[in-house]
Every structure is written in structure tokens, then in C-alpha cells.
């Protein structure tokens, strides 16, 4: 069966399923789940789909053995999405996230961590929700993205366009990137980053360096560089080294989640400042997803692709909710991180619009 056409049978059926297409690839995979049973990850020895939480508990699982798996080619001759116009000036939504900055950049001040990752959540209404025309629209518009389409009747369902991997292991090698920092793309030459973009991602970089450190050797780094993500940038430096043992992958994916980019510095500290000052349930905004040791476009056992769920929107029957967050340090300024959210917004408006 062709594999839209199973998207449109397993939401009609309630059944869980996943499908998803990895940076700049022609193919999408689809794995559809056989019964509609709610499966946790509890062995990182299993093969199958990930689904994680921020809080990184009870990760939802879409095993191989438990589903039906397609890969088809994909044909990139459908619409892109249109840019959209942008409101900065929702003074409801800046007073409270501008607060909550604010109250972030004084708990830096006072010492209690380096760096927080703060969000907000924006909901949008639509009459109707148009799964597989978004997707189709998602991956002709960000095909440097890992954009996936996952719904489980007991979770909900999530799609999003993600440019950072949280890991990826495979033939005894290990490689992740430290994302941050962000600014608007506007065809600027040359592309000019701040202090605080800059210092943000030295810490992702430090905080990756060293949790990889007890687990891989042969660490390499690049220098930090510009990455694109559809119409944002951020400074991104790619870091991979040899694998002692593959059965450290749940101690690896422990340390490095939630890494700097989505939580702060030192990770505790930040991470308790979030769950307490936030206001609101990340849900699996944040959370990571993808291929646990198995790859099925190339068929290949061993392989593990994970990827930070950023970029993202949750999809209920008439309203999408969309999760924004930036890097707060001591020098942010309040009403720019609220403006940076807005550019975020940017990416999943123009796909529902």
C-alpha cells in the first residue's frame, strides 16, 4: 500500500505510526504499528523508533518487529511553503515570556547556572488539520531537515522539521553537533555573531566534550560555522570520535540529554529552574527522536540516528500548538529573546498557513 494512503488508514484505525525523512534524503520511511498498543522504551538493545519527552522518562517506542515498514521515494515536486507575516507585537505573549527572561537572567546573575534555555507555548486555530499536505509541504520546504509526522492515539501527534542531532552511532563511531545561537537570515555577507550567540554555543560545545569524554575516544572537533535552517541560522561546530562499547548508548544518551541547547548549564540546576518557572508541559517539545539501532533506509543493523525535537508543533483537531524557546545568559536582553521566539515561529506557521 502506497504510504500516504497507509497514513490516512492508520489514523482512521487509531494505530500508532511514524514516518520521517532524514537531511537532504529522497526517501521517506514510514513504520505503521500493527495493533495500537502503548510500548516504552526500557531496553536501548531494541530496534525500533524513539519518541522522548523532555524530561526524558517514559520515551514512547514503535518497535520494527511490532510494524509494517515502507520506504518510498520521494518526489520533490510539491508546494513550498510562503513566508508568512509575523506579530511582535502580542503584548500578553512578550509581557509573560519577557518575565520569565528576566527571571532567568537574575538566577544567572545570582549564580545558580551559566545558561537556561527558557520557552513559551503559541496556539494557533484551524478548521481543519491537513496531515499529509503539511507534511508533503514540510519536507519540500526544509529538505536539510529531519521532518517527521508521529501519532500514537495515547500520545497525540507531533511534526516537525529539525535541524540538530542529538546522536548518531554506527560502525563504532559516534557524531553529534553543538547547535546555538540564532538569527534571522537575511542574505547577510558576512554573517556577524555577538558575544552572547557566541558564548552560548562554546557552552553546548564544552558540555558535549566532556560528557562524550568517559565513552569515546579520538574526540575531533571543527571550528563553530554559520548553519542554515530554512530562513534561521545558527553557529553549529560537528564533534565525533570512536565508540568504546555500544552498550554505553543509554549511558551516552543520558548525559547528552537534555543537552545545553534546549536546557542550559550546569543541566540540573537549569532543567529544575525550567520544570519550576515555566509555567507549562514541554510535553515532548525538547524530547529526542529517531532510529534506535536500526537503519531502514540503508537496511542496516547497529545504527542509532537520534535528533532533538525542535522546530515542532503538536496537532489537536482544531488547534496546533507550537513550542518556541531561546538561550538565556547573563546578557540577554528580555524583549530580544521574546523577538527571537517570534522568528521561530516562523518555521511551522508557514507550513499551517
Known amino acids: ?108 546573575k545570582s549564580a545558580r547556572f551559566d545558561k537556561v534555555v527558557l520557552s513559551r507555548k503559541e496556539t494557533l486555530v484551524r478548521e481543519s488539520i491537513s496531515v499529509i499536505d503539511w507534511y508533503k509541504k514540510l519536507k519540500s520546504t526544509y529538505p536539510t531537515a529531519f521532518c517527521y509526522l508521529f501519532f500514537h492515539p495515547e500520545v497525540g501527534m507531533w511534526m516537525g522539521a529539525t535541524p540538530e542531532q542529538l546522536l548518531k552511532v554506527g560502525d563504532n563511531r559516534v557524531f553529534t553537533m553543538a547547535l546555538a545561537g540564532t538569527q534571522l537570515d537575511k542574505q547577510q555577507n558576512p554573517v556577524v555573531w555577538g558575544e552572547k550567540e557566541q558564548q552560548e554555543q562554546r557552552f553546548v560545545t564544552d558540555f558535549i566534550l566532556d560528557s562524550l569524554s568517559e565513552y569515546v575516544t579520538e574526540l575531533s572537533i571543527t571550528a563553530p560555522f554559520t548553519a542554515y535552517a530554512g530562513t534561521i541560522m545558527h553557529i553549529r561546530t560537528d564533534i565525533e570520535g570512536n565508540l568504546n562499547n555500544i552498550d554505553d548508548l543509554k549511558n551516552i544518551i543520558d548525559k547528552l540529554h537534555p543537552t545545553p541547547a534546549v536546557c542550559g548549564m550546569p543541566k540540573q540546576a537549569s532543567r529544575d529552574f525550567i520544570l519550576a518557572e515555566e509555567g507549562y508541559d514541554r510535553k515532548f517539545y525538547s524530547g529526542y527522536l529517531g532510529e534506535l539501532n536500526g537503519d531502514l533506509t540503508l537496511n542496516k543493523d547497529g545504527f542509532t540516528d537520534l535528533f532533538v525535537n525542535l522546530r515542532c508543533m503538536e496537532l489537536e483537531e482544531h488547534q496546533i500548538h507550537l513550542y518556541l524557546g531561546c538561550g538565556i545568559t547573563r546578557d540577554s536582553v528580555a524583549s530580544d529573546e521574546f523577538i527571537e521566539t517570534v522568528n521561530k515561529s516562523s518555521t511551522m506557521k508557514k507550513i499551517v498557513s
Open 1 to 108: 500500500m502506497p504510504l500516504f494512503k497507509q497514513v490516512v488508514d492508520a489514523l482512521d484505525q487509531q494505530k500508532p505510526f511514524v514516518i520521517y525523512s532524514k537531511s537532504n534524503q529522497q526517501t521517506v520511511v514510514g513504520m505503521f504499528q500493527k495493533t495500537a498498543a502503548l510500548f516504552k522504551l526500557d531496553d536501548y538493545k531494541s530496534k525500533g523508533f524513539v519518541f522522548a519527552p523532555f524530561d526524558g522518562q517514559q520515551a514512547v517506542f514503535i518497535p520494527y518487529s511490532e510494524s509494517e515498514v515502507i520506504v518510498e521515494p520521494w518526489i520533490p515536486n510539491e508546494e513550498v511553503a510562503k513566508e508568512v507575516t509575523l506579530n511582535y507585537d502580542d503584548k500578553r505573549a512578550s509581557s509573560a515570556f519577557e518575565a520569565l527572561v528576566k527571571k532567568g537572567v537574575a538566577a544567572i
